[in-house]
């Protein structure tokens, strides 16, 4: 999985997602050294949840390019599915367990 930031990785781990997570802006990091790490650990596929701004849906076509070149297959579908659900309400990754707190209260319910 391959994510924009480290509070990326820390939401999603809150939230129980485990396995290998690729930030892409750490440490000076450039897109073809995220393929480079993602082809290092021999993945045939990745999965792209970058954030749902302007910066991550241009990020995320790129990625998806480079990865393609790369012969690796570049998972967008939990990022497209998320991008339709929540809309305008969630820019970011990191925003996801603020979101579900949010509607745990409103419905009362566990989510």
């Known amino acids: 999985m391959i ?49 749902f701004d302007r910066r991550g849906k241009e990020g995320t076509k790129r990625v998806k390019r480079d990865l393609e070149r790369a012969k690796i297959n570049p998972n967008t579908k939990f990022w497209r599915e998320l991008l339709s659900i929540l809309g305008k309400e969630v820019k970011d990754i990191e925003s996801l367990t603020t979101y579900m707190e949010t509607l745990k209260r409103k419905t009362g319910n566990p989510v």
């Open 3 to 51: 994510v924009e930031g480290k509070k990326d990785i820390e939401t999603l781990r809150a939230m129980g997602v485990e396995g290998k997570i690729i930030c892409a802006k750490t440490g000076g990091k450039s897109f073809l050294d995220v393929i480079s790490e993602v082809e290092q650990t021999g993945a045939r596929e990745a999965i792209l949840l970058l954030d």
